[in-house]
């Protein structure tokens, strides 16, 4: 496995909660910080959260109080709890490494907030 797989997406209502879960490659995962990035429609990839290999975490601004960052090493996992969804969370959620590695991108998984 080469590319992160990204799951858990959905359509959510204002207020409601998803949690994504990521695979990711093995050798990146126990090497590095990870990180879930966003991408809207018309809009640059963006950082979300961060997880060093230690479990120390940072988030954006807009996202703080509101999403946590984990990760399970024995899965390899990183996951993204997401609660009180805003409309503006939609998005298409990406897992990779922080910095970014270009090859590790997966297809990402569709997150869409509306009533």
């Known amino acids: 496995q080469v590319q992160s797989v990204e799951s858990g997406g959905g359509l959510v209502q204002p207020g409601g909660s998803l949690r994504l879960s990521c695979a990711a490659p093995?050798?990146?995962?126990?090497?590095?910080?990870m990180a879930w990035y966003r991408q809207a429609p018309g809009k640059q990839r963006e950082l979300v959260a961060s997880?060093?290999?230690?479990?120390?975490?940072n988030y954006a601004d807009s996202v703080k109080g509101r999403f946590t960052i984990s990760r399970d090493n024995a899965q390899n996992t990183v996951i993204l709890q997401m609660n009180s969804l805003k409309p503006e969370d939609t998005a298409v959620y990406y897992c990779n490494a922080l910095p970014r590695i270009r090859d590790v991108w997966g297809q990402g998984t569709q997150v869409t907030v509306s009533s």
């Open positions: 093995g050798n990146i995962y126990r090497t590095n910080t």
């Open positions: 997880i060093t290999r230690g479990g120390s975490t």
